[in-house]
Structures are given as C-alpha cells and as structure tokens.
C-alpha cells in the first residue's frame, strides 16, 4: 500500500509539472504572495485586483493583468493609512462606476470596531481619496460588495459575526454617487445552520439573483473555507440556498477555498477570484489568491469547470495565455524611492526607509520597538541575503516575522553577530560569536516556510554556517492567526544609528 501510495504521489507530481509547461493549463495560485479576500474587476480588456493587507502597511496591493493569470504589483489603495482607521485592513472591494474606481474595504475605527469605509479614484491605479465610513451597522460589519440594478447601487455585507445570535447577510441601497446609505438595511440570507457566511458576491443572471458566498473557517492551519450559493426572483429576496452546497471546497491539492469575487472575458465567461490554502508545506505561505471557472448549469445554479473540489491546475482562460515563472528578487536600492514589494508591520513600529545614494537607511523614531521591512515570499523553499554596511550600537540584519512580538531576526549589533528568537514576546539568544569583519553578507535559508539554515559571509561568495540552536527557532508559530510570517530586514535601535543595506535578494530553488 505504501508504495502505491508513493508512486501515486510521484506520478501526480510529474503530471502537475508537465501541464504546467503546457500552454494550455496554468497551476494556481495566480498571485503566489499572501493576500486573502481577493477582489477583481475589468476595465477594457484589463482586469485589476486587490485584497486583505491585514497588519501591514501599504494598504492593499493592487494588481494588473491582461490574462487573469500573470498579475503585476503596480502599488496599493493606500500609502497612508485613511484618518478614520486604526487596523485591521480586510476584505476590500472593487467597483467601476461611471467612469470612476470605487474601493469599499474593512477596517477598525479608533474605537477598535471594523466598518465598511469607501473611497475613490480616476483609476485603480491612481491616487485614491477617502470619503470615510459609509456602513457602521452593530458591534462589526465587514466584507462589502457592491450591486448595480436598474441603476441603483446597493451594498451587501457580512453582520452580527461578533454576537451571539446568527450571522446575516444585510444589504442597503445606497445614494448615486455611492458614499453613503439611502434607507434601512434589509436581511439577504441568515446562517440558521451556524456553520459560517461571509465575503458575499451578489449578481443578476438569468432571471434570477444570486449570492456567493463563503462557509466554515476562513482562517489559519486548520480552516475548512469552502463555497455556497443561494437565489432569488426579487432582489430583496426570500433567497433559496442550493441544496447540494457547497459548490466549491478543498481536497488533496487545496485544503480551504473560499471568499472571492466574479469578473467576465469580454465574451461574457465567469472567473472567480478567490483565496486558498495549499495543502502541504505551502500552507506556510499562506491564503492566495486562486481563479477557477464557473459556469451556470442546466439546472440554473452555478458550477465550477474542473467540479466541486478546487484543483491547482486549470485551463487557461485565453489561446495566447502561458504563465510565466516566477522571478527572483533582487534590489540594489538604487531607485528613487522604495519598491511597492516592500511592506512594514504598521500598528507596532513605525518605519523610516530611505534611499540614498545606492543604500537603505533603515531606522525609526523609537529606541525601543525594533521594525521590519519586508517582502512576500512565492514559495515555500527561498534563500534571503543581505549585505549591511556599518556597524553601530543597534540590531540590524535579517527577520522571519509574524509581529512584534513573534519574529526571528538574525544580525550584528556592534561587533557581534547574534541569532535572537523573540515568540510571544519573549526572546531568546540562539546564537552569538565574535565578527571577524567589517564586512558582512548575511543569509537564511527557509525551507517549507520555516528557518532551516542561518549564514554569513565576509565577500558575499565564500558562506560560513551558523552553529545555532535550530531546534528552538524550526517552528512555524511566528505566523499570526490570519497571515503569514514575512521575510525581510530588521532594525532595533535608536534614530540616530539606522541600518544601512547594500542589497537584499529573495531567490528561490
């Protein structure tokens, strides 16, 4: 048995790499960083998406392609951060209306409590302004999305998640220029089985409207996210659930799928925009963003292409479509300003990231909270060098990190070089020995997400080892509950002693 199982695993293997190369299929996830709750719209013959940024900072990515399955990261919804908000940058949603790029999205007001804010811009790709909260229903409302009927806009969203009653989906028209709510909210559909209902997608076919929507736990090693739908004849509803839901869930490839938005081809097929966890090691990387296709079926409801159980590889949505292999990242720090690759852990430390003649001036304004500037790894399997160019009384170097209070980082601090784990706020020196150079390149091997192999070098070719505690750091808690641990550069020190980088690569097996 097991070694039928074996050659069962080697020949799924093989097949998933061959059609991979093939032109006619591509393997998910399309966008391979982590970014759940994944929102897509087109404009022309240009689709653009966007989702959950959590903790870091800037605010919501934004991605472009021609194809739907080679994106590029053209920047985010935000640089700063709106004034009405605190944290938590959920769920947004993309809608083009009038000629105009609307983005309602989820976070915490400055009383910690999440509502639905909007803002606007000429293109997804443009300067967005900020209108503030235009849903503050209860203890949280979240998850918005956006319905044009006859010329009137309404908005759904996910309610009462916080309270100990059932979750509904609520919905309210709202004014024609989409800022705010005209009316009373009005109930879609009510989760009378407590099994979970959110991050809906409402749409009108065929004499009928529907709502897709996630089930089960979105979240974390053990989710179960999977996908229902529900109908009406009247906008308001009574809404019908189909009763062979879910019509989309995890399997061998996938473990948890769900919580997405529709777009078209200009020849009106159906794409879904949704998050996934990879089953394996690749749940380390977190969720991301997964397309698969769906069509409507003789008997009236929706269904995905390749069945009910998600699969990594699909055929590709367009003739001349080839996915294209991910790239190693390199930067020299010789740009003007910082890459949008870039991100920083935002409510726990501020960051103060300069560019100056072909460095990284990495520092903050406090002397106590260290912070990390860092990147979104594409697999599970990468190395992470750097090269640090001075020497000071601060921390600087090399960081896998949750938050503040989980994280490992990995650098000098005057003439040491030190390995410090810090899980729960409580750290712990793994490593520390003597530097025999000014000079110094570091580097951390991580494999299967997590920490396997720490090193340093004084010309950045010839590697030395670090002899460490492995056992202590091998363990995949830095990951907070809805995201991932992200690799990066780190600076723990005053104003006044930054971090100077030469280059930081992120290369991949």
């Given at each position: 048995?097991?070694?039928?199982?074996?050659?069962?695993?080697?020949?799924?293997?093989?097949?998933?790499?061959?059609?991979a190369?093939?032109?006619g299929?591509?393997?998910?996830?399309?966008?391979?960083?982590?970014?759940?709750?994944?929102?897509?719209?087109?404009?022309?013959?240009?689709?653009?998406?966007?989702?959950?940024?959590?903790?870091?900072?800037p605010?919501y990515?934004?991605?472009k392609?021609?194809?739907?399955?080679?994106?590029?990261?053209?920047?985010?919804?935000?640089?700063?951060?709106?004034?009405?908000t605190?944290?938590?940058?959920?769920?947004?949603?993309l809608?083009?209306?009038n000629?105009?790029?609307?983005?309602?999205?989820?976070?915490?007001?400055?009383?910690?409590?999440?509502?639905?804010g909007?803002?606007?811009?000429?293109?997804?790709?443009g300067?967005?302004?900020d209108?503030?909260?235009?849903?503050e229903?209860?203890?949280?409302a979240?998850?918005?999305?956006v319905?044009?009927?006859?010329?009137q806009l309404?908005?759904?969203?996910?309610?009462?998640?916080?309270?100990?009653?059932?979750?509904?989906?609520?919905?309210?028209?709202?004014?024609p220029d989409?800022?705010?709510?005209?009316?009373?909210?009005?109930s879609?559909?009510?989760?009378?089985?407590?099994?979970?209902?959110?991050?809906?997608?409402?749409?009108?076919?065929?004499?009928?409207?529907?709502?897709?929507?996630?089930?089960?736990?979105?979240?974390?090693?053990?989710s179960?996210?999977?996908v229902s739908?529900?109908?009406?004849?009247?906008?308001?509803?009574?809404?019908?659930?189909?009763?062979?839901?879910?019509i989309?869930?995890?399997?061998?490839?996938?473990?948890?799928?769900?919580?997405?938005?529709?777009?078209?081809t200009?020849?009106?097929?159906?794409?879904?925009?949704?998050h996934?966890y990879?089953?394996?090691?690749?749940?380390?990387?977190?969720?991301?963003?997964?397309?698969?296709?769906?069509?409507?079926?003789d008997d009236?409801w929706?269904?995905?292409v390749?069945?009910?159980?998600?699969?990594l590889?699909?055929?590709?949505p367009?003739?001349?479509?080839?996915q294209q292999?991910?790239?190693?990242?390199?930067?020299?720090?010789?740009?003007?300003?910082?890459?949008p690759?870039?991100?920083?852990?935002?409510?726990?430390a501020?960051?103060?990231?300069?560019?100056?003649?072909?460095?990284?001036?990495?520092?903050?304004?406090?002397?106590?909270?260290?912070?990390?500037?860092?990147?979104?790894?594409?697999?599970?399997?990468?190395?992470?060098?750097?090269?640090?160019?001075n020497?000071n009384?601060?921390?600087?170097?090399?960081?896998?990190?949750?938050?503040?209070s989980?994280?490992?980082?990995?650098?000098?601090?005057?003439?040491r070089?030190q390995?410090?784990?810090?899980r729960?706020?409580?750290?712990?020196?793994l490593?520390?020995?003597?530097?025999?150079?000014?000079?110094?390149?570091?580097?951390?091997?991580?494999?299967?997400?997590?920490?396997?192999?720490?090193m340093w070098?004084?010309d950045?070719?010839?590697w030395?080892?670090?002899?460490?505690?492995?056992?202590?750091?091998?363990?995949p808690?830095?990951?907070?509950?809805?995201?991932?641990?992200?690799?990066?550069?780190?600076?723990?020190?005053?104003?006044t002693?930054?971090?100077?980088?030469?280059y930081?690569?992120?290369?991949?097996?």
């Amino acid at each position: 048995m097991k070694k039928f199982i074996i050659a069962l695993l080697c020949s799924v293997m093989f097949c998933t790499i061959s059609v991979a190369q093939h032109p006619g299929y591509f393997i998910n996830p399309v966008i391979r960083g982590d970014m759940a709750d994944p929102s897509v719209i087109r404009i022309d013959d240009t689709y653009y998406a966007t989702g959950t940024s959590s903790e870091w900072a800037p605010f919501y990515p934004v991605y472009k392609s021609r194809d739907l399955v080679n994106w590029q990261l053209t920047g985010h919804i935000f640089d700063r951060q709106p004034e009405w908000t605190k944290s938590s940058f959920w769920a947004p949603e993309l809608f083009y209306h009038n000629g105009k790029v609307y983005v309602y999205y989820t976070a915490r007001n400055k009383s910690n409590v999440s509502y639905i804010g909007v803002a606007v811009a000429d293109s997804p790709t443009g300067e967005f302004t900020d209108y503030g909260p235009v849903v503050e229903h209860g203890t949280e409302a979240i998850d918005a999305f956006v319905l044009e009927d006859d010329g009137q806009l309404y908005i759904s969203w996910k309610a009462y998640g916080l309270d100990e009653r059932p979750i509904e989906l609520l919905a309210c028209r709202l004014t024609p220029d989409g800022l705010k709510l005209d009316g009373e909210p009005f109930s879609l559909l009510r989760d009378d089985e407590n099994i979970g209902m959110e991050g809906p997608q409402w749409l009108w076919h065929n004499d009928y409207y529907y709502i897709i929507y996630a089930i089960k736990n979105c979240c974390g090693p053990g989710s179960d996210y999977a996908v229902s739908v529900a109908r009406s004849k009247n906008l308001m509803g009574p809404y019908e659930k189909y009763n062979a839901n879910p019509i989309l869930h995890g399997g061998d490839e996938i473990q948890s799928i769900g919580h997405g938005t529709l777009t078209t081809t200009p020849d009106g097929r159906y794409y879904y925009l949704c998050h996934a966890y990879t089953a394996g090691s690749d749940i380390n990387l977190g969720r991301r963003p997964h397309l698969q296709e769906m069509r409507f079926g003789d008997d009236g409801w929706p269904h995905f292409v390749t069945g009910e159980s998600a699969r990594l590889v699909q055929p590709v949505p367009f003739d001349d479509c080839i996915q294209q292999p991910v790239a190693d990242f390199h930067d020299d720090f010789s740009a003007s300003e910082l890459r949008p690759e870039w991100s920083w852990n935002y409510p726990y430390a501020d960051v103060m990231a300069t560019l100056e003649s072909g460095r990284l001036s990495l520092t903050g304004s406090s002397e106590r909270e260290g912070r990390a500037l860092c990147l979104q790894p594409a697999h599970a399997d990468y190395l992470l060098t750097a090269g640090v160019s001075n020497q000071n009384g601060s921390f600087k170097g090399l960081t896998l990190y949750g938050d503040d209070s989980n994280y490992l980082a990995y650098g000098c601090v005057g003439e040491r070089l030190q390995l410090r784990l810090v899980r729960d706020g409580n750290e712990q020196l793994l490593a520390d020995i003597a530097l025999p150079s000014s000079n110094l390149h570091l580097g951390m091997r991580v494999t299967d997400g997590l920490p396997s192999q720490f090193m340093w070098s004084n010309d950045g070719h010839q590697w030395i080892t670090l002899d460490h505690a492995m056992s202590h750091c091998a363990q995949p808690s830095l990951a907070r509950w809805d995201r991932i641990a992200r690799p990066g550069l780190y600076h723990a020190g005053g104003p006044t002693a930054p971090a100077l980088f030469e280059y930081c690569s992120l290369s991949y097996r």
